[in-house]
Protein backbone atom coordinates (compact mmCIF):
# COMPACT_ATOMS: atom_id res chain seq x y z
CA UNK A 1 0.00 0.00 0.00
CA UNK A 2 1.02 3.00 -1.11
CA UNK A 3 0.87 6.77 1.41
CA UNK A 4 1.13 10.25 0.14
CA UNK A 5 3.21 12.48 2.17
CA UNK A 6 4.29 16.39 2.18
CA UNK A 7 7.17 17.89 3.67
CA UNK A 8 8.97 20.89 3.65
CA UNK A 9 12.35 21.75 2.77
CA UNK A 10 14.38 24.89 2.22
CA UNK A 11 14.86 26.05 -1.22
CA UNK A 12 18.14 25.14 -1.94
CA UNK A 13 17.56 21.69 -1.09
CA UNK A 14 14.46 22.09 -3.57
CA UNK A 15 17.12 23.36 -6.08
CA UNK A 16 19.22 20.99 -5.75
CA UNK A 17 16.99 18.07 -6.00
CA UNK A 18 15.30 20.01 -9.27
CA UNK A 19 19.32 19.99 -10.60
CA UNK A 20 19.89 16.05 -9.60
CA UNK A 21 16.79 14.96 -11.56
CA UNK A 22 17.46 16.86 -14.34
CA UNK A 23 20.58 15.78 -14.66
CA UNK A 24 19.25 11.77 -14.14
CA UNK A 25 15.64 11.88 -16.01
CA UNK A 26 13.77 11.35 -13.05
CA UNK A 27 10.46 13.59 -11.55
CA UNK A 28 11.09 14.97 -8.23
CA UNK A 29 8.89 12.02 -6.87
CA UNK A 30 11.01 9.12 -8.30
CA UNK A 31 14.51 11.00 -7.28
CA UNK A 32 13.23 11.32 -4.04
CA UNK A 33 11.80 7.86 -2.91
CA UNK A 34 15.25 6.36 -4.79
CA UNK A 35 17.08 8.83 -2.25
CA UNK A 36 15.06 7.38 0.60
CA UNK A 37 15.28 3.75 -0.33
CA UNK A 38 19.35 4.51 -0.50
CA UNK A 39 19.02 5.98 2.51
CA UNK A 40 17.35 2.79 4.21
CA UNK A 41 19.20 0.36 2.71
CA UNK A 42 22.49 1.83 3.57
CA UNK A 43 21.31 2.82 7.54
CA UNK A 44 20.31 -0.82 7.57
CA UNK A 45 23.27 -2.37 6.20
CA UNK A 46 25.74 -0.29 8.44
CA UNK A 47 23.89 -1.80 11.26
CA UNK A 48 25.44 -4.11 14.12
CA UNK A 49 24.35 -7.62 15.33
CA UNK A 50 22.61 -7.22 18.79
Do not use: P, Q
Amino acid sequence: MRKVISVRLREDIVKEIDSKCKEMGLNRTEFIKKALEFYIDNKNNGKKAN
